[in-house]
């Protein structure tokens, strides 16, 4: 049974950083591109980061130069490092993996991250 669990949110102010993980376990991770995606009260869920199974990174418009996705396939670890945060990056974030032989996604619980003075 593949789970992810996320961990990192919080509280921050603005132009703060927060460093968001996700552990992926129940198969292996390498095998999986993976993903961060959030969804803010009213709006539908997006897509902020990707990495492929490679390490091939892409980013929606509004974090490009602000996140930075990457990955430890030792850990079984994504990462999301959030700086310049804005309040416009209240969210919950959800972590994501796709299995690249079978497609299959699975979703973590959602993280809370709030961007308050």
């Known amino acids: 049974q593949v789970q992810l669990v996320e961990s990192g949110g919080g509280l921050v102010q603005p132009g703060g950083s927060l460093r968001l993980s996700c552990a992926l376990s129940?198969?292996?991770?390498?095998?999986?591109?993976m993903g961060w995606y959030r969804q803010a009260p009213g709006k539908q869920r997006e897509l902020v980061a990707g990495?492929?199974?490679?390490?091939?990174?892409n980013y929606a418009d509004s974090v490009k130069g602000r996140f930075t996705i990457s990955r430890d396939n030792a850990k079984n670890t994504v990462y999301l490092q959030m700086n310049s945060l804005k309040p416009e990056d209240t969210a919950v974030y959800y972590c994501?993996?796709?299995?690249?032989?079978?497609?299959?996604?699975?979703w973590g619980q959602g993280t809370q991250v709030t961007v308050s003075s």
């Open positions: 994501n993996g796709r299995g690249i032989l079978t497609g299959r996604e699975y």
């Open positions: 990495i492929t199974n490679a390490g091939i990174a």
């Open positions: 129940g198969s292996l991770f390498s095998r999986y591109a």
